[in-house]
């Protein structure tokens, strides 16, 4: 079994809502994630997956989070922007983009150093 692992990263501030209805301050973080796919056959060059590749398509799915207020983009519309429904968002997109043989192991989220989140399916 071979695994291949990247790590990208994206700017968003989000806020999450607490238990009584309040909200913590709104605040930024450089996101840091990482993915680690797996699977037993190289292809002809010897690769699992190009790291490049692997890298355009998780950019692909955070750019729509670059930038943002988490809050308020319609996914994260109605559940808190934590770093382990970031991970499981991230998760469940690139999923379904992997060509066939290939696993995803997990997606990382860390928010900020020392704080990381980690999604993977069981």
């Not at 469940?92 to 989140?117: H, N, Q």
Request: hydrophobic content about 35%; proline content about 2%.
């Amino acid at each position: 079994m071979y695994t291949v692992i990247i790590e990208t990263t994206f700017n968003a501030s989000h806020q999450l809502t607490l238990l009584n209805g309040s909200k913590e301050p709104l605040h930024r973080h450089k996101w840091k994630v990482e993915t680690a796919i797996s699977g037993d056959k190289l292809d002809k060059m010897g690769l699992l997956i190009d790291f490049n590749r692997l890298k355009i398509m998780v950019e692909s799915i955070t750019a729509g989070l670059t930038g943002t207020q988490l809050e308020k983009t319609p996914d994260f519309a109605h559940i808190n922007s934590s770093a382990e429904n970031v991970a499981r968002f991230i998760y469940e997109r690139l999923e379904k983009s992997l060509d066939r043989g290939l696993m995803l192991d997990y997606i990382e989220v860390t928010e900020a150093p020392g704080c990381r989140a980690r999604y993977k399916k069981t």
